[in-house]
């Protein structure tokens, strides 16, 4: 046994744990998917609650693989950390927490820590739906190619119309009651500057001069016939 003494040996022995112990701590070994009879029964419930049907067996197949989708998808967003940096995630678990916390009207960070400390984060299922809507929304984009500068041209070429902003219109208006004699005030104020003629009319609650407004703006000020009068002149 004089060989189990030697240097070499014991720095072969020395360095093979070194690498076993690195190995381990940097790739821990994931839990294994666990569905409990009491899971699946539950899928069952939920199933016949939202359809009014039982499911068959392939129903049941199909339930079970999509929950094993979904704890998947769920592990891999807390992997990627999601679930810090999303803001829907966040409000949830604090209004969460102004429910269940002693003072409701506690600093949001500290709700939000302490939603945290509990687990909600975790366990929590709107914020595990939320979490999962995400991650297949990255898997859709999985191989999205970025158009290139040429190709956006040509889109915008195609869509110029789309992406131009609505006409707008500068204009004075002279209001005036019923009962004035609105063609015979026109004729005399033709020649008239614009903040001469306006004082000629009456008091309204859109101010004389209207600045650079748009066809829905108009629309909301004076109407449908009187917009699209304007838009004609």
Not at 73 to 80: G, K, W, Y
Not at 215 to 229: I, V
Request: hydrophobic content about 40%.
């Amino acid at each position: 046994m004089r060989w189990l003494r030697a240097p070499l040996v014991h720095f072969v022995a020395g360095g093979a744990a070194v690498v076993c112990l690195v190995h381990v701590h940097r790739q821990p070994r994931p839990s294994p998917i666990v569905l409990t009879e009491g899971d699946v029964d539950r899928l069952r419930f939920d199933y016949t609650r939202e359809s009014g049907l039982e499911p068959t067996t392939d129903d049941e197949a199909a339930l079970v693989d999509k929950a094993i989708q979904e704890e998947l998808l769920f592990r891999e967003a807390l992997a990627r950390g999601l679930d810090r940096n999303d803001r829907s995630v966040r409000n949830w678990l604090v209004e969460q927490m102004r429910v269940l916390a002693d003072d409701p009207t506690d600093d949001a960070d500290r709700l939000y820590a302490r939603a945290r400390m509990f687990g909600l984060d975790r366990t929590d299922v709107v914020v595990r739906r939320i979490l999962v809507q995400k991650m297949r929304l990255l898997a859709a984009r999985t191989g999205e190619r970025h158009p290139s500068d040429a190709e956006l041209e040509a889109f915008y070429a195609e869509h110029r119309d789309e992406y131009r902003p609505p006409d707008r219109v500068t204009f004075w208006h002279v209001f005036v009651h019923g009962g004035t004699d609105a063609e015979a005030l026109l004729a005399r104020i033709r020649a008239d500057a614009p903040e001469d003629a306006v004082r000629q009319g009456d008091s309204f609650s859109v101010p004389p001069h209207v600045i650079a407004e748009s066809p829905s703006q108009l629309e909301q000020l004076f109407g449908a016939e009187l917009a699209m009068a304007v838009q004609r002149a």
